[in-house]
């Protein structure tokens, strides 16, 4: 529920932000089907080049796109998603964090917990503890 809220408000302001620039249609289109493959996918493909061949385009190009349009890149979208999730599941779940990081596809624990450090500011043990 909370990603299709998310995912709702973005696709809100992208639209506003493409029609006040004159984007190309074929550029929102790009951009618009980059945020429904999102949600299906961040958890199992944190990869730009994944996304870029779902879309039949080149990773450049999709990179490119996504910036146009938002000022962002395709990994903040990517990474905001995997902190939404993450954060969700460490308030809500009893998944240890070791669990957490396997269901998000990250290599180790090690690298979910500096992901997480990173972007919230303090530990996922922390975050859970608060």
Same mark, same amino acid.
Request: charged share 20%; hydrophobic share 40%.
């Given at each position: 529920?909370?990603?299709?809220?998310?995912?709702? #408000?973005?696709? =809100?302001?992208?639209?506003?932000?493409?029609? !006040?620039?004159?984007? @190309?249609?074929?550029?929102?289109? %790009?951009? %618009?089907?980059?945020? +429904?493959?999102?949600?299906? *996918?961040?958890?199992?493909? !944190?990869?730009?080049?994944? *996304?870029?061949?779902?879309? !039949? %385009?080149?990773?450049? *190009?999709?990179? +490119?796109?996504?910036?146009?349009?938002?000022?962002?890149?395709?990994? #903040? *979208?990517? =990474?905001? &998603?995997?902190? %939404?999730?993450?954060?969700?599941?460490?308030?809500?779940?009893?998944?240890?964090?070791?669990?957490?990081?396997?269901?998000? !596809?990250?290599? #180790?624990?090690?690298?979910?917990?500096?992901?997480?450090? $990173? &972007?919230?500011?303090?530990? @996922?043990?922390?975050? $859970?503890? $608060?």
């Amino acid at each position: 529920m909370l990603y299709s809220i998310f995912l709702l #408000d973005l696709q =809100n302001a992208q639209q506003h932000a493409i029609v !006040h620039r004159q984007t @190309p249609q074929r550029v929102e289109e %790009i951009f %618009i089907g980059f945020i +429904r493959l999102l949600p299906r *996918y961040f958890v199992e493909h !944190h990869d730009i080049p994944f *996304y870029a061949s779902k879309l !039949h %385009i080149s990773p450049v *190009y999709l990179s +490119r796109v996504v910036r146009q349009v938002t000022g962002r890149t395709v990994v #903040d *979208y990517i =990474n905001q &998603m995997l902190l %939404i999730e993450a954060s969700f599941l460490l308030k809500t779940s009893q998944l240890s964090i070791t669990q957490i990081a396997d269901h998000l !596809h990250f290599a #180790d624990t090690p690298s979910f917990s500096k992901f997480f450090s $990173r &972007m919230k500011g303090m530990s @996922p043990k922390e975050y $859970r503890k $608060r």
